[in-house]
Nanobody
Framework: QVQLVESGGGLAQAGGSLRLSCAFS????????MGWFRQAPGKEREFVAA????????YYADSVNGRFTISRETAKNTVYLQMNNLKPEDTAVYYC??????????????????????WGQGTQVTVSS
């Protein structure tokens, strides 16, 4: 059974940085594509970033492109989201997700939340102005 546990959230000032981590519980980490989504109060869950199982493909929402970086470390079964130049509108609960696909992990597939079978419990990120 796959379990995902996020950490690294907290309070940051605008312009600051945070790094989120997502620990993947099973030994099959290298077979899964990984994604980050977020949900702000009163809003729908939205795509933030995704990385393919090999790490060769990465996708970002327009709102975070150039500020956030997704990466994965197979030896630690962990995916990261480095968030720089944070803005108050980045305030949300951030969720890690895992997907196992038979086909190509293209952008349209990566940004769709129904692609992902497993989800973490979320970690709060609050950015003050």
């Amino acid at each position: 059974q796959v379990q995902l546990v996020e950490s690294g959230g907290g309070l940051a000032q605008a312009g600051g940085s945070l790094r989120l981590s997502c620990a993947f519980s099973a030994s099959t980490f290298s077979y899964y594509h990984m994604g980050w989504f977020r949900q702000a109060p009163g809003k729908e869950r939205e795509f933030v970033a995704a990385i393919s199982l090999s790490g060769s493909s990465r996708y970002y929402a327009d709102s975070v492109n150039g500020r956030f970086t997704i990466s994965r470390e197979t030896a630690k079964n962990t995916v990261y989201l480095q968030m720089n130049n944070l803005k108050p509108e980045d305030t949300a609960v951030y969720y890690c997700a895992a997907a196992s696909l038979a086909g190509k992990f293209g952008r349209e597939v990566a940004l769709t939340h129904t692609t992902y079978a497993y989800w973490g419990q979320g970690t709060q990120v609050t950015v003050s102005s």
